[in-house]
């Protein structure tokens, strides 16, 4: 378990995540398909070579779930009760096959629940691509785990 308890998070961090991925073509015809998102902007050499990027865009949504995926060792595994929301998505920039994109998590806000055995916390996670340009960002709302109240490995 690497992610953060409740208590762990503070709020204005930035914590830059080192894990990175080159997104291929096969991954984001995979996302498409298992999605059932058949957007030839994503999918159609021809169609997305005639649009305004000249080439494939990877689904902004694969780019949102990969960068949940970069975050979570760093931020909430396994210390995690639920995500509860995710808020104020944006794609500033494309993605195609062939960037690496890497993400960076700060924390926003956070408040104990009525109960005071966890705690809300909300995080602005950012995604950049291998030039530096920010191509997605979003909030994440997370249930967080205090650390009194969390079970061991062994059940105690």
């Known amino acids: 378990?690497?992610?953060?308890?409740?208590?762990?998070?503070?709020?204005?961090?930035?914590?830059?995540?080192?894990k990175r991925r080159?997104?291929?073509?096969?991954d984001n015809q995979r996302f498409c398909d298992m999605t059932m998102n058949?957007?030839?902007?994503?999918?159609?050499?021809?169609f997305a070579g005639d649009s305004?990027?000249?080439?494939?865009?990877?689904?902004?949504?694969y780019t949102m779930s990969l960068a949940v995926g970069l975050s979570i060792p760093d931020t909430t595994d396994g210390t995690i009760v639920a995500n509860l929301g995710y808020d104020d998505v944006s794609h500033p920039n494309p993605v195609f096959h062939g960037d690496t994109?890497?993400?960076?998590?700060?924390?926003?806000?956070?408040?104990?629940?009525?109960?005071?055995?966890?705690?809300?916390?909300?995080?602005?996670?950012?995604?950049?691509?291998q030039h530096d340009d920010l191509v997605c960002e979003f909030e994440r709302t997370a249930l967080s785990l205090k650390r009194e109240f969390a079970v061991d490995a062994d059940g105690d």
């Open 38 to 46: 058949q957007q030839p902007l994503h999918l159609d050499a021809e």
């Open 101 to 129: 994109l890497r993400a960076q998590t700060t924390v926003l806000d956070k408040r104990e629940t009525s109960d005071g055995e966890r705690g809300v916390v909300t995080m602005k996670v950012e995604v950049f691509n």
């Open 1 to 18: 378990m690497t992610g953060l308890y409740y208590e762990e998070f503070e709020v204005g961090r930035t914590i830059e995540h080192e």
């Open 22 to 26: 080159t997104v291929s073509e096969s």
């Open 52 to 61: 305004q990027f000249g080439e494939r865009l990877v689904n902004g949504l």
